[in-house]
C-alpha cells in the first residue's frame, strides 16, 4: 500500500523534504520583498507607454481633423506600425528599429518620437496638410511651439525663447522664472532627459544675452 510505504520511509527523508519546502518558501519571499524595495524601472517603462497611447490619441485626433483615412497598428512588410495611411502610402512608427527595416519598403516612413504633439505630424508628412488646431494642455502647446520654433529657421534668440514657452522679448526676469520652472520638469535629477536639460541651458544662456 502506498501508505505503508511512505510510513515506513526514514525520518530523515521527511526531515529534507520539510526543509526544503520551508528553504523555497524563504526564497520566494525574498524575491517578494526585493521586487518591492528595489524596482527593476518597469515603472519607467510604463510610462513611455502612457506616454504613446497619450501620442496615438493626439495623431489620430490629427489625421481626423485634417480629413485622413488612416489605419491603426497596421501590418506592413512584416512590421506592425501605429498609423497607416493608405492613400498616401504613408507608415508612422514610434519603434526605431520597426522604421529601419521598412526604410527599402515602397512607401514613406515616419518615426516619431513619444514626446512629440501629435499636431507636429503635419510637419513630417510628405504631403501639403491643412492648418489646423485643437485642444491640448498646456505642455502640449509649448512642445508645438518649439517644434515649429526649430522648423522655421528663426533667429537662435526667438528659438531660446520657444524652449522657455516665452514670448519673444520677455524681460531678464521672466527669463529666470520660466528657466527654474523648465529645470525643474526636465533635470535628470527629476526623472527628466538629459539631452532636454541640455538645451534648456543652452535656451537660458541665449536668451539671457537677448533679454530687455
Request: with cysteine.
Amino acid at each position: 500500500m502506498p501508505v505503508d510505504t511512505l510510513l515506513a520511509l526514514p525520518r530523515w527523508v521527511y526531515l529534507g523534504l520539510s526543509a526544503g519546502a520551508f528553504v523555497s518558501l524563504c526564497v520566494a519571499a525574498t524575491f517578494f520583498v526585493a521586487t518591492r524595495l528595489f524596482p527593476d524601472g518597469n515603472d519607467e517603462r510604463g510610462s513611455y507607454r502612457s506616454t504613446e497611447t497619450r501620442r496615438r490619441a493626439e495623431i489620430r485626433q490629427y489625421l481626423d481633423a485634417i480629413d485622413e483615412r488612416f489605419t491603426e497598428n497596421a501590418a506592413i512588410s512584416g512590421r506592425t506600425v501605429a498609423f497607416y495611411l493608405p492613400r498616401r502610402e504613408v507608415a508612422v512608427t514610434f519603434d526605431a528599429r520597426t522604421f529601419y527595416d521598412l526604410e527599402s519598403a515602397p512607401m514613406h516612413t515616419i518615426l516619431v518620437e513619444h514626446e512629440m504633439p501629435g499636431i507636429a505630424l503635419g510637419h513630417r508628412l510628405p504631403f501639403e496638410t491643412p492648418d489646423v488646431s485643437f485642444g491640448s494642455d498646456t505642455d502640449d502647446e509649448e512642445d508645438d511651439t518649439e517644434h515649429r520654433a526649430r522648423r522655421r529657421d528663426l533667429h537662435p534668440a526667438e528659438t531660446a525663447y520657444a524652449v522657455l514657452g516665452l514670448p519673444a522679448g520677455a524681460d531678464a526676469d521672466d527669463v529666470q522664472r520660466a528657466y527654474r520652472e523648465r529645470v525643474k520638469e526636465v533635470h535628470p535629477d527629476h526623472s527628466g532627459d538629459e539631452e532636454e536639460f541640455k538645451r534648456v541651458r543652452e535656451a537660458y544662456d541665449t536668451a539671457k544675452q537677448h533679454a530687455s
